[in-house]
């Protein structure tokens, strides 16, 4: 359903798999990722830094709430 549709995509997926060391965070909460950390793994991988700048603040904003939505304490 929500899976990567083309080569480049694939390619931003696997970078977001290895950004889990690169998230920026404060007691109690996720901020996102270092993007200048992640652009500069996304170029060392090869992959297109226009492609990843486009795709990678939407995919950080859903990380970023489920994150924080498991360290939230329920209500």
Partial sequence: MNRPQTPEGWQVWDLVGRLGGQLRVIPGA???WDMGAALALAQA???NPLIAAEL???IEAVMVRKLNEQ???SE
């Fill in 71 to 73: 360290i939230a304490p």
């Fill in 56 to 58: 990678l603040p939407e």
């Fill in 30 to 32: 996720v901020l996102g």
């Fill in 45 to 47: 991988l090869g992959i």
